[in-house]
DNA sequence: CGTTTTTGACCGGCGC
DNA sequence: GCGCCGGTCAAAAACG
């Protein structure tokens, strides 16, 4: 609990913070910045959170042309909206295992293989009804070392627990972020 | 028996 | 319009 404050903004703030700046990121290749946890967990957090603020339509694109994994957000081209808010959140671990007890139950419903990358992408959703919580784990590209995990939205839901108690250690490196507060439907009207 | 995984099909967007 | 590419669906299997 060294790192612990589990809050959005302390994450934000303390990893980084994804601009829609796909124009010149050919300029600095590696948008995340590596934080070794120091914690007893057996995967690194190293993370990558995209601006929530455009309400944007990300899109994680693994482009081999730098050797650089690259978010690229298509904020003008929005296709559509993220249901459940609308955030998204990218985290690059170092893990021999892809899924990993986050606190909550996922359910896999599409598996596909993407053409910079010859590992395949899984697709999962949260099982909770009513929450369109979508989760999508795939290995680095260039580094099969790491597993690069993306959420979209946010839970309007407790958080359920697993196999794992891992939520109630936080030493899960994504569980304190997916713990919304409170306002977590954040102006559903 | 209920739930989840699996896997190919399907579909929509985009580029050519 | 067609093919590519990425995301989702869905039926059957597999799993508890």
């Known amino acids: 609990m060294n790192m612990a404050s589990p809050t ?3 994450m934000l703030s303390d990893y980084l913070l994804l601009d829609d700046d796909d124009d010149h990121d050919d300029d600095h290749h590696h948008h995340y910045q590596e934080s070794l946890s120091q914690s007893t967990e057996p995967w690194e957090l190293a993370a ?3 601006d929530a603020s455009h309400g944007f339509r990300g899109v994680i694109t693994t482009s081999n042309n730098n050797n650089s994994i690259k978010c690229k957000n298509n904020a003008s081209n929005r ?3 993220v249901e459940g808010g609308g955030q998204r959140v990218v985290f690059r ?3 021999e ?3 990993m007890d986050d606190g909550y139950k996922w359910r896999k419903y599409g598996k596909k293989s993407v053409k910079n990358s010859p590992n395949p992408r899984n ?3 949260c099982s909770s009804a009513g929450c369109g919580v979508k989760k999508r784990v795939e290995r680095d590209a260039e580094d099969m070392s790491y597993v690069l995990t993306s959420y979209d939205g946010i839970h309007n839901h407790r958080i359920r627990s697993s196999n794992n108690s ?3 250690n936080n030493t899960s490196p994504y569980s304190f972020f997916h713990t919304p507060p409170a306002n977590s439907s954040s102006s559903n009207s």
Do not use: L
């Open 79 to 81: 296709k559509k909206q």
């Open 93 to 95: 671990t170092r893990s």
């Open 123 to 125: 697709y999962y959703k």
């Open 166 to 168: 891992y939520h109630n």
């Open 48 to 50: 990558a959170s995209s």
């Open 97 to 99: 295992v892809e899924v």
């Open 8 to 10: 959005s903004d302390f």
